[in-house]
């Protein structure tokens, strides 16, 4: 069974970093490229960042480029999200998903973290 | 970036009704790569249908999807309670992926 399971939410104060994991298992990590996407509160879906199975390849969405950074641990089968510079438009779940081989929609998605920007 | 524009924002049928629900493109979306998903409150989007119009595994066939090119629909038969929810599209036939807005089928 897949799965994708996140960690790392919490609360951080405006201009902070914080750090996200996703955990995965049931599948073969290294042959899949992994996503973040977020969703603010009571909001739609926004594909923040992602990275290949082998790490050389990644995307970030405009509203995190340079402030974000993506990569991954294939032999712990993790996937990290550093964030830096954090701000109130950051904070929403996040979600880990998985894009499906060969295409680009994701066909296994994690429960997601909650990030609150406040001080 | 393809904006999609999904309507309407919310639709109230009753179990056992047919929802109809649309999902328009700012510009064409190559090749048909418009994807469907399914959010109930406080858990993650599932995937529904992907192509435009093949069913995820496990989706129950009265799950249908259509369209091509800026118009695409995806119509749920006969409403069942676990079924009212949130849908959004997705298109990936272009970078940036993009989500639209989102539709929520209410119980009316």
Redesign the interface.
């Known amino acids: 069974e897949v799965q994708l399971v996140e960690s790392g939410g919490g609360l951080v104060q405006p201009g902070g970093p914080l750090r996200l994991s996703c955990a995965a298992s049931g599948f073969t990590f290294s042959y899949s490229s992994i996503y973040w996407v977020r969703q603010a509160p009571g909001k ?4 923040v960042s992602g990275i290949s199975g082998n790490g050389d390849n990644t ?1 970030y ?1 405009n509203s995190v480029r340079g402030r974000f950074t993506i990569s991954r641990d294939n032999s712990k089968n993790t996937l990290y999200l550093q964030m830096s510079s954090l701000g109130p438009e950051d904070m929403a779940v996040y ?1 880990c ?1 998985r894009r ?1 081989a060969s ?10 973290t909650l990030v609150t920007v406040s001080s | 970036e393809i904006v999609l524009t999904q309507s309407p924002a919310t639709l109230s049928l009753s179990p056992g009704e047919r929802a109809t629900l649309s999902c328009g493109a700012s510009q064409s979306v190559s090749s048909s790569y418009l994807a469907w998903y399914q959010q109930k409150p406080g858990l993650a989007p599932r995937l529904l249908m992907y192509a435009a119009s093949s069913r995820a595994t496990g989706i129950p066939d009265r799950f249908s999807g259509s369209g091509s090119g800026t118009d695409f629909t995806l119509t749920i038969n006969r409403l069942e309670p676990e079924d009212f929810a949130v849908y959004y599209c997705q298109q990936y036939g272009t970078s940036p992926l993009t989500f639209g807005q989102g539709t929520k089928v209410e119980i009316k």
Do not use: C, P, R, T
Request: charged share 10%.
């Open positions: 739609g879906l926004e594909v995307y969405a979600y998903a499906a295409s680009f929609y994701f066909d296994y998605w994690g429960q997601g």
